[in-house]
Structures are given as structure tokens and as C-alpha cells.
């Protein structure tokens, strides 16, 4: 029992819309032991170790059914049994998750594909890692995979380790029950750290948190706060009421301060939270001086103050209003005059609801020196056994971390009071204030029962309120959120992806384009870089989630546009749950036999993620099946189809119904741009009026125009902004590098492209077929080395015939493959349709392949080229001298901000790995070094 290879998807993937973890389990000569036959000692093991394991229904859909699945005749394999212990192992560390499903893998006998969702990246992959272990402890030894070590395995330990390990990265109670508000009001979030510092919104909308801090909190209102002195007399000013209070730095004064004020007092912390460092109801210079040194530990300077007798409430007050009130009572036992007390605190700690930390809703005791001292002041220890009905405290304070129990008095607080708790955060300047208000009955007016205000809290805590141990539980988050995102107010920035086979970068680039000339601060992802208003801001192959999440993390973006590619969908998924608009350009062979797509169908499988994540619009190629079959799998509110054809009966049927297609027509002046939509026909823009398409003859820049053209108006992009765009967009290096760039500055015309694949090397080949050529027809031909041989020699043929001249070489990168492998299947593939020999030259190395090309093309000669260091091409290209023929140098584009500017000159970044590693040129632009699709 083997884990073969581990994916962690952070978005929609094939195999889910959110977060799940993708593991290839080998089972070796386990595959022939289910369940059944392992017998009862393992299952009752196994139940015995996870006990809650029997409330999961799993395919019976009710509690139990897993437990039925287990003992059923067949049994169920060791694939199913680990997906539903790493989901439950979750659970028990305090997250909620409950989707998993586990398949064989056809071609790989006992082995399985087991998808689990998981809540933190790191705790899901652990949960799987100590689920392997726990199943393996509980085989019979003979079964027992050599390679799990099991020296160490001590279950109730490692589990109780794994719950710390997953508390230290959960949310903690406060900041999840404001993502969770944020999610039922489907506001988007990102966590920006391992700790509580979390992203509401996107772009420009975006928000931040941490904890209960939020981006509105002002900086002075949380200084004040922090200083216990300066709160205790701003509020004294108002006259509020607050305890007599002195600050004190040695233990001499501490005692001086006590008598001044008069017992009995309070010692703690200037700065201090969550009841650190605190000592209540001081009667003594002893108690006072050891209460100093206790209050030290967490702050240089201590504060001594008046002891009100009271009972603690918590007034939570958000944005000026009261919203909840706790009463809190400080861990403690209750004599049964049976048990000791040390006993009495393992009864109370057996409390389902009480966990580690944060991990439940209350938190265990733990006996320390407070818990010691305040026993000692009874004249008890642990083995003591008090008297029936007798309070023991553990604690000094009420906070519900240190083992305090809550009560909700929301709906029995005097109105007094409650304008007395709002004036307070109002008057220290805070949007979530904390005010702990002692007295003995809430329900009574401080006017008339007394009590006093003894702190006021930046950034107070949730769980009392959402979670109290008795009581109503308040919806306390959601009133934040309606602070930050009022009603109405938007959250989101809106979202185009774009994907396919072929066409895509160009499409991102035209829809950026279309969306910048309005206005709109664009971000942008591509193969080219992370683009931010029109900016590159990191370059390399950025396709994937990071990269996504670069742009929705900018406040600065208002609208994105996501350029993904199938890599990144296989390795992480989307770095988002959805987007306004989908686009899948189309569908067809490329990068077959890699990270388990062998065929087209599945591949389209990957792309369809896409259309399925669209929220307003899904707009599919109707002239490629595996698009146009996605149609049935998108709930976007729209579907608008692109055609070639004008007689698509399909598109037709759906037009006539009112829906939205782009259509390529017939006109007297050409072909024509044409939009429907809801029985409006709308003539767009003549094709050969957009000079990416080189007066409409590079027909497949015609339906990349479309494309645009169909999601920008998905967008509520006007159509005259539309046809701006569109008339503005060309092929230059500047706006489009590696997308048909065409230089003519030399004797002879030579067009560069990214072209790594039949589709898009046929597409090129037909451009070059409609084009007026004095001359010859020459072509610099490559593919890529991670290609199946039926790709390359494919990519080979469909050249064959149409030019008088071949050069073939291979990329810098191998992929796998030998030396002279990817010339030598073009070059067969070449003879074998009919190719003469000595029409074909063979330069291995791309940079002396590309001085070949060019130096034999001749005046009048169109020599198409397919470059994989499209930079380093271009400036070949450009600077190429020929014979006897003095060369301008290309012009260098204006300053300022342009669709696509100049990209920065590249370091060597052949050092760094992949995915995280950022550098920076000489003029701060940073760099990647990513594999394609991040």
C-alpha cells in the first residue's frame, strides 16, 4: 500500500468545483484483502480508533452506511477505507468536510485514484499521510507494508499531535466564523498567510481581516485600546464607568498603589490580552507582589486597579451598534464531596464539547501555577475533594481559552448599558470593540446596580457569542460583513477565463485590450506573464491558480482576464471558484499521453472545468464537438455560441429561441462580424477591418477576434468600445509577441510564431497558403519534445507540399527526448509524403537553425518561422543582416502604458525552479521561471 503521486487542487479541477486532494494509491497484494476479508479485528480496530467513522453514510446516504460497507460480503478495498479516515481525521481536527470518492484506475490493476476534500492544504495532506499509517498499524503484520514506518506509531498520541498540528493552521474560531458570513453572502476570500490574515473580495473590492481586525479598524483605535491607562481615563472623561486605576513598574509600588486604591484589586498587564498575566481580588501585599511578577512576564509596565465585584460580560459592539453579550464565568469544578479534584477536572474535560485550543467550541482545563495558586487559596491541591455544590476556580479570568464558559444575555441587557458599551467603542475609535463590563445583573441599569467598564478590547473574540455554552448562539460576523460590504456593494471584480487548445493568448490579449480602451485597470495572466494594467509585472509562463491569484490579490485591478491552460488545471486547478464569463476556444491534440490524458475526449474533460465554473456566460466554439457538447454541462445564466458558418443548424435553432451567438456572415464589402441576442441581430465589424487578421485572410485571428468580441459583450463592453478595440488590436510584437508576428523590413517577409501543435501549424500554413508571395515559400519547423511521435510527424505532413525549402530543428529543452529524435520524425514524416530530400536541412540548435532560414531567404521569399525562445527569435530576426543590405533597426515602442509592452531583456533563469522563485531585472520588472500552466 503505496502512494504513488499526490495532487492538491486549491480550485475547480476535473474531479471537483472546491479543494480536494487527488492521491494514486497502490495497493499491491492488499488489493486482494477487502474489507470482508480482513475480518473483524480490523474493522472493529478501526472503529475503535475513529468511533465517529459510524456516522458516515457513504453510499447508503445515511449513518451507518460506511460501517455496512465495511462488514457487507464483499467488503469495500483499502482505498475507499482511506479517503473516509483522512476526511474523518479532518473532522475531528475541527474542519468540516465531507466529499470523497475512490475509483480504480483501469489500466493499473489494484490501483486507485482516491479524491478526498480538505479544508488546509497542509492538514489535508497529513490526514492522508496518518491515515496510511493508522490502516497499516491495524493489518495484520504479515499484511504490513515494508516501507511504513511503525516503530514510533502511537495512536492517541499522533492523533491528539495532528489535531494540534491542524489547530495551528485552522482559522481560528473568530476569522472562520467571518469567512464563513463572507461565503453564505458569496463574497470570495483568499487566505493570505498560515494565519489569520484573510483576503475578502477581489481586486479593487477586496477587504482584509485578521482575526477581528479588519482593514476599517483604525490604527489609533487599537493603540488606545492597547493602552489599558489611556482607555481607563478617556472613558472616565465621558464619564463612563471605570475602576480607580494606577500603573506601577516595581513590586514595591504595586503594593503601595493596592493601599492608595484599597483592597481588594486587581494586578495585570499594561498591554496584555486574552487574561494573560491577570490576578483578581487581591487581599494582600503578598498576593499583590506575586501578582506583579505574574503581570511582568507579558508587560514591562503593570497596572494595579479597583477590585469590582461583579460578574464579567463581554459587549460585543460592531460598526456603533451593540450585537452581543456574553456572560462569562472563569473555568472552575463543582464539588460532589465524591471525587478529587483532579477528577472532577476529567469529568468536566470529557465534555464532547470541550477540545484543544480552539479546536471545539469550550477548551479543557489544564491544572498550572494560576489553577495551583487559586486551589492553594482554598487550602486544596488536586487530590482535595471538595464539598457538594462548592465552586472551585482554575482560572482568575472568564476567557473562554483558558477553559471559561459564556452565556448569552443579549436579549436581557438594559438599554442603559447598551448605550453605555456603544459610547465606549465609539469613544476609543474602534469598528469591532470588545467592552468587558463587570456587574452582577446585566438587566440592570449601572446607574442604579452599579459596575464598572474594566477593559476595552481591539480585535475580541467570536466564540463566546457564535458558540456560548448556554444560550442563543448571535450571528456576530455577519454584521461585520455588512460593514465592509454593504448591501447592495459589490465584492467581486469581474472575470473572463480563457481556454483552449489554440488561440488563447492571442483572445486574452484582444479582450484586455477591448476592456483597457474603456478605462478598466485590466489583469491580465498569459504565457507570456502577469500583466497589470498593461504592465508586465512578472514573466514567464503564468497560466495557472498563482498566477490568478496574483491579479485578484492586486487592489488595484478592476476586471481580470485569465488566459488557462490545460497544465495548470491538471496540477492545482483553478486559483478561484468562479467566473463571470468562460470562453473554451477549442479542443484538439496537444500534449496527449501526459499527466494521464491519453485522448482528445479527455482532455476536453479538463477544458470543460471552464465552462462549468462560468456564472453569467459560457461562450463555446459551435464548429468543434467537444465545445459544443459542453453546452449541457455549463449552468451559466447564457450560452453564447461562435461560428464560422452561417448555416450551423444548431446556432440557428438557438437564435431563433433568443439566445446569444457571434456569426461570420457573407457581405457584399467581405465577411462580416455579427452578434444576435435576445432576436437582435447586430452587425459588428468587417473582418478585414481588424488587422490582426491580416485583412481576414489569417482566418483563425478572425474567430479569435470573435471570441473577444462574444466575451467582452458578455461583459456589458459597449459595441462601439468593442469595435475600437478590435480595430486597435494587431499582430505587432508589441501587442502580441509569438502570435504571427510579421517582420518586413528585410527583402523578403518573415512571419514568427508559438506554433507547438498540428492545429496551430496547420492554421499557419493555410495563413501562408492565402497569402500573395513573389518569391518562395520557406518554413523553420520544430515540435516540441514531450509531443507524442504521431503529433510530431502529424505537425510534419500537414507542411508537406507547401513549401520550396525545409529547415528543421529541435527546442533547447528535450523533454525526454535523444539528441536528432524530434528532426528525425520530421524528417521521415516529410519523405514519407512525398518530400524530396534535398529540399530539407537539418540545424539542431534553434539559433544557428534560425541564421540558416534567414540567410536563405531570398527578395520576395515569405519564410515562416516556429520559435520556442520567442524573444530571442524576435531579436534574430530583427537584427539579421542580409547580404549587401543595410538594415534599419526596428523602432522601439513609445513610453507609457500599451496593451503589451516591450518585455524586459531575461536573466538567466535557468537556475531557478519553479513555481515560487521571483527575481528581478534591471528595471525592477520580477520574473518566472514557471512550467507551462504554472
Same mark, same amino acid.
Given at each position: ?7 492538491v ?6 474531479y ?21 476479508? =480482513?475480518?473483524?479485528?480490523?474493522i ?17 446516504r ?13 467488503g469495500?478495498?483499502?482505498g ?25 484506475i ?13 479544508t488546509?492544504e497542509?492538514? $489535508? ?26 516503530e514510533?506509531?502511537?495512536? %492517541? ?9 491542524a ?16 461565503v453564505?453572502?458569496?463574497i %470570495?476570500?483568499?487566505?493570505l ?15 482584509? #481581516?485578521?482575526a477581528?481586525i ?8 487599537v493603540?488606545? +485600546? ?30 503601595r ?16 490580552? &486574552? ?22 512576564? &507579558? ?32 473555568? !472552575? ?6 471525587h478529587?479534584i ?13 477540545g #484543544? ?17 487559586l486551589?492553594s ?25 483558558t477553559?471559561?464558559t ?31 463590563f ?15 467598564i ?35 456593494t ?9 481556454? $483552449? ?34 504592465? /508586465?509585472?512578472?514573466?514567464?509562463d ?12 492586486d ?35 496537444d500534449? =496527449?499521453?501526459?499527466?494521464? #490524458? ?6 476536453a ?27 449541457? &454541462? ?13 448555416? !450551423? ?25 455579427? /452578434?444576435?441576442d ?9 473582418? !478585414? ?7 481576414g ?7 479569435n477576434a ?9 461583459m ?7 469595435? &475600437? $478595440?478590435?480595430?486597435?488590436f494587431?499582430t505587432?510584437?508589441f ?20 506554433? !507547438? ?12 497558403d492565402?497569402?500573395?508571395v ?34 528543421l530543428?529541435r ?9 536528432g ?10 519523405? +514519407? ?33 516556429f ?22 533597426p ?12 516591450e ?12 513555481g ?19
Open positions: 500500500m503505496k502512494i504513488l503521486a499526490r495532487s487542487y486549491i480550485g475547480p479541477s476535473l471537483a468545483h472546491f479543494p480536494v486532494i487527488r492521491l494514486e494509491l497502490d495497493l499491491g497484494e492488499l488489493e486482494s484483502w477487502p474489507s470482508a476479508r =480482513l475480518g473483524t479485528d480490523f472493529d480496530g478501526l472503529l475503535t480508533a475513529l468511533p465517529s467513522l459510524r456516522e458516515h453514510g457513504c453510499s447508503y445515511e449513518p451507518g452506511g460506511f460501517v455496512r460497507r465495511l462488514r457487507e460480503d464483499d469495500t478495498w483499502l475507499h477505507i482511506l479517503e473516509h479516515v483522512a476526511l474523518e481525521l479532518q473532522n475531528v481536527a475541527g474542519q468540516s468536510v465531507t466529499f470523497g470518492k475512490t475509483r480504480s483501469d489500466d493499473a490493476p489494484g490501483t486507485y485514484e482516491v479524491v478526498y476534500e480538505y488546509h497542509e492538514v $489535508g495532506v497529513e490526514a492522508g499521510e496518518l491515515a496510511l499509517r493508522l490502516l497499516a498499524s491495524l493489518l495484520p503484520e504479515k499484511l504490513r507494508p515494508a516501507h511504513i514506518s511503525l514510533d506509531f502511537d495512536w %492517541p498520541e499522533d492523533r491528539d499531535t495532528f489535531i494540534r498540528f489547530q495551528r493552521r485552522n482559522l481560528g474560531p473568530s476569522t472562520a466564523s467571518l469567512v464563513k458570513a463572507a453564505d453572502r458569496d %470570495p476570500f483568499l487566505r498567510n498560515r494565519y489569520s490574515l484573510v483576503q475578502l473580495g477581489h481586486g479593487k473590492y477586496q477587504r482584509r #481581516i485578521q477581528t479588519t482593514s476599517e479598524t483604525r490604527h489609533i483605535g493603540e488606545i +485600546a492597547s493602552d489599558k491607562e489611556e482607555t481607563n481615563g478617556l472613558l472616565g472623561d465621558l464619564g463612563l464607568p471605570v475602576a480607580r486605576q494606577i500603573l506601577v513598574h516595581s513590586r514595591r509600588e504595586a503594593v498603589a493596592a493601599r492608595r486604591i484599597g483592597y481588594p484589586v486587581v494586578v495585570k498587564p499594561l498591554d496584555a490580552n &486574552h487574561g494573560r498575566g491577570v490576578s483578581i481580588h487581591l487581599t494582600e501585599d503578598e498576593q499583590v507582589a506575586a501578582g506583579f511578577d505574574q503581570a511582568q512576564e &507579558h508587560s514591562r509596565t503593570v497596572m494595579v486597579e479597583s477590585f469590582i465585584v461583579g460578574l464579567d460580560h463581554r459587549l460585543l459592539v460592531v460598526d456603533g451598534k451593540l450585537v452581543a453579550a456574553s456572560k462569562r464565568v472563569p473555568g !472552575h469544578v463543582v464539588g460532589d464531596g465524591e478529587r483532579e477528577q472532577l477536572i476529567e469529568i468536566v474535560n470529557s465534555d464532547p464539547r470541550r #484543544i485550543g480552539h479546536e471545539k467550541v469550550l477548551t479543557r482545563l489544564e491544572v498550572d501555577h494560576q489553577a495551583k495558586r486551589m487559596n482554598l487550602g486544596y491541591d488536586e487530590t482535595s475533594v471538595p464539598p457538594v455544590g462548592e465552586v472551585v476556580y482554575l482560572r482568575s479570568t472568564a476567557n473562554l481559552s477553559g471559561g459564556a452565556v448569552d444575555v443579549t436579549d436581557v441587557i438594559h438599554p442603559d448599558n447598551r448605550e453605555m458599551a456603544e459610547r465606549a467603542a465609539r469613544a476609543v475609535g474602534l469598528d469591532v470593540c470588545g467592552v468587558d463587570l456587574t452582577d445583573d446585566i438587566s440592570q441599569s449601572y446607574k442604579h446596580s452599579g459596575g464598572a474594566c477593559e476595552v478590547n481591539a480585535a475580541p473574540g467570536f466564540r463566546m457569542h457564535v458558540s456560548p455554552s448556554e444560550g442563543k448562539p448571535r450571528d456576530v460576523a455577519g454584521p461585520v460583513m455588512d460593514m465592509l460590504f454593504p448591501p447592495g459589490p465584492a467581486r471584480i469581474p472575470i473572463a477565463a480563457i481556454t $483552449g487548445t489554440n488561440g488563447k493568448t492571442t483572445t486574452s490579449r484582444m479582450t484586455a485590450h477591448i476592456l483597457k480602451l474603456t478605462g478598466k485597470a485590466v489583469g491580465m495572466t498569459s504565457t507570456d506573464g502577469v500583466y497589470i494594467d498593461g504592465r /508586465l509585472t512578472v514573466e514567464g503564468l497560466t495557472g491558480p498563482v498566477a490568478a491569484r496574483m491579479v485578484l490579490r487592489p488595484s485591478v478592476d476586471v481580470a482576464v485569465m488566459e488557462i491552460a490545460r497544465g495548470g488545471l491538471l496540477k492545482r486547478g483553478m486559483g478561484y471558484r468562479k467566473h463571470n464569463v468562460g470562453a473554451v476556444l477549442n479542443v484538439s491534440a500534449h =496527449l499521453g501526459l499527466r494521464g #490524458i491519453d485522448t482528445v475526449e479527455q482532455l474533460a479538463v477544458k470543460r472545468v471552464i465552462a462549468e465554473a462560468a456564472m453569467d456566460c459560457a461562450v463555446l466554439n459551435a464548429d468543434d464537438e467537444h465545445c459544443l457538447a459542453m453546452a449541457s &454541462h455549463t449552468e451559466a445564466e447564457h450560452i453564447c455560441y461562435v461560428t464560422l458558418n452561417a448555416q !450551423h443548424p444548431i446556432v440557428k435553432r438557438h437564435i431563433q429561441a433568443g439566445g446569444r451567438a457571434i456569426v461570420l456572415e457573407d457581405g457584399m464589402n467581405g465577411q462580416m462580424i455579427t /452578434l444576435y435576445k432576436g437582435s441581430h447586430m452587425p459588428l465589424l468587417w473582418t !478585414h477591418l481588424v488587422p490582426a487578421t491580416l485583412e485572410r489569417a482566418r483563425f485571428n478572425v474567430q470573435m471570441f473577444a468580441a462574444a466575451i467582452t459583450y458578455s456589458d463592453v459597449a459595441l462601439e468600445d468593442i469595435r &475600437h $478595440g478590435l480595430r486597435t494587431d505587432t510584437w501587442q502580441a509577441p509569438g502570435r504571427m508576428n510579421v517582420h518586413d523590413e528585410h527583402p523578403f517577409k518573415v512571419i514568427l510564431d508559438y506554433g !507547438h501543435n498540428p492545429a496551430a501549424v496547420g492554421a499557419l500554413c493555410d495563413l501562408v492565402a497569402m500573395d513573389n518569391g518562395r515559400r520557406l518554413v523553420l519547423l520544430s515540435a516540441p519534445g514531450d509531443r507524442r511521435d504521431e503529433d510530431i510527424r502529424e505537425i510534419a505532413t500537414l507542411t508537406a507540399g507547401r513549401f520550396e525549402h525545409y529547415v530543428r527546442d533547447d529543452s528535450l523533454r525526454g527526448r535523444k539528441p529524435e524530434v528532426v528525425g520524425l520530421l524528417r521521415d514524416a516529410l519523405l +514519407a509524403a512525398g518530400v524530396d530530400d534535398a529540399r530539407i536541412t537539418i540545424v539542431e540548435r534553434e539559433t544557428e537553425a534560425f541564421d540558416t532560414a534567414l540567410g536563405m531567404a531570398r527578395t520576395g521569399d515569405l519564410l515562416l518561422c520559435g520556442d525562445d520567442i524573444k530571442r527569435c524576435w531579436q534574430q530576426i530583427t537584427s539579421f543582416q542580409p547580404a549587401g543590405v543595410e538594415v534599419k526596428a523602432a522601439k515602442p513609445a513610453h507609457g502604458r500599451v496593451s503589451a509592452p518585455l524586459p531583456k531575461h536573466l538567466d533563469l535557468e537556475a531557478l525552479s519553479g515560487a522563485e521571483l527575481v528581478q531585472d534591471e528595471r525592477g520588472v520580477r520574473l518566472a521561471r514557471q512550467e507551462e500552466g504554472d
